[in-house]
């Protein structure tokens, strides 16, 4: 398969898309962000690499992180995890309130932000430093420079009251155990993480290893955990237009409102996409096209 010049194909075929969607600005040090930005990186299991556009320019990767944060528990906690979340698609938004009312306070998976902060109360019982212990698991899954944006997050912290609705409702419930600053912390710390195309898809390459980066040859996660973050990316992975992600493009993957994109094509490759502008779901228009074309041009998804 020549994907370089399907890379290229494909990059040129979706630039009239631009201008159809909006740079997130609900969090201000997002909206700063240039929406011509564009890349494309995609890592195989066997080494090989084809990359285009902003492929290495670091971006706020935002929810993608609730896939390292997932992963981190289920390493630590595995199984017992799921007595405080669920592995149900949405079909809400990523900060909805509602749901969680109707739910007492159990969220319906990692990947919406209710989700992702019960993972972050799990990791707090177990991690003395879950922000440091986050940088580790990263810079392990791809050997790179990772960090945090420091006004990211501040930004974050500082209009983040939908996020503090969401962890207080769930302490009343129960099922938040530390203070709502200490979650909110770290949860605002993971969403600021800064990273690029090329560093998003080495990092999740060991999802389309059965759990081991190719590279080291490290186990991070058994071949049956893994199908399950696959599973969930899946059917989770793009808040209430998950289903749409499957039937379009039809692979595990995971959004993040700073336009970037990661999905995986198992025992082949990771890819990430990058575009800032956003449709009103939350996800890039660019990158979710990118995707379809490419699964559809190259015949290959999980179905
Ligand atoms: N920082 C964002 C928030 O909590 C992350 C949401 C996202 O990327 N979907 O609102």
Avoid at 257 to 269: K, M, N, Q, T
Avoid at 277 to 288: K, P, Q, W
Wanted: proline letters at 4%; one cysteine or more; hydrophobic letters at 40%.
């Amino acid at each position: 398969m020549k994907f370089q010049a399907l890379l290229e194909e494909i990059y040129n075929e979706v630039q009239p898309l631009f201008g159809q969607g909006q740079v997130a600005d609900y969090i201000p040090a997002l909206g700063k962000v240039d929406p011509r930005k564009f890349g494309i990186s995609i890592q195989t299991v066997n080494g090989q690499s084809f990359e285009t556009g902003d492929a290495n320019e670091k971006f706020s990767i935002q929810s993608i992180s609730k896939v390292f944060n997932l992963a981190m528990a289920i390493r630590i906690v595995d199984e017992q995890l799921w007595e405080r979340v669920g592995v149900e698609p949405s079909g809400n938004p990523f900060n909805s309130l509602v749901q969680l009312e109707h739910e007492r306070g159990i969220p319906r998976n990692p990947f919406i932000n209710s989700g992702a902060q019960v993972v972050i109360d799990i990791l707090l019982e177990h991690l003395d430093n879950p922000n440091e212990e986050m940088l580790s698991f990263v810079k392990k899954l791809r050997y790179e420079d990772v960090y945090y944006n420091d006004a990211v997050f501040q930004s974050e912290k500082e209009y983040g009251y939908t996020n503090q609705a969401l962890v207080n409702f769930m302490k009343a419930h129960k099922n938040i155990m530390h203070p709502v600053d200490t979650v909110l912390d770290v949860y605002y710390h993971q969403c600021s993480i800064e990273m690029s195309c090329h560093g998003l898809a080495k990092s999740f390459l060991f999802l389309a290893n059965n759990g081991i980066i190719p590279d080291t040859g490290e186990r991070i996660l058994t071949k049956s955990q893994t199908k399950r973050v696959n599973a969930l990316m899946l059917t989770c992975g793009f808040y209430d237009q998950a289903g749409m992600f499957a039937y379009h493009v039809g692979l595990p993957g995971k959004s993040g409102v700073g336009g970037g994109i990661v999905a995986v094509i198992p025992e082949e490759l990771s890819i990430a996409v990058w575009s800032p502008e956003l449709n009103t779901y939350g996800n890039s228009v660019i990158g979710m096209k990118v995707l379809e074309l490419l699964t559809t041009r190259t015949g290959k998804s999980v179905f």
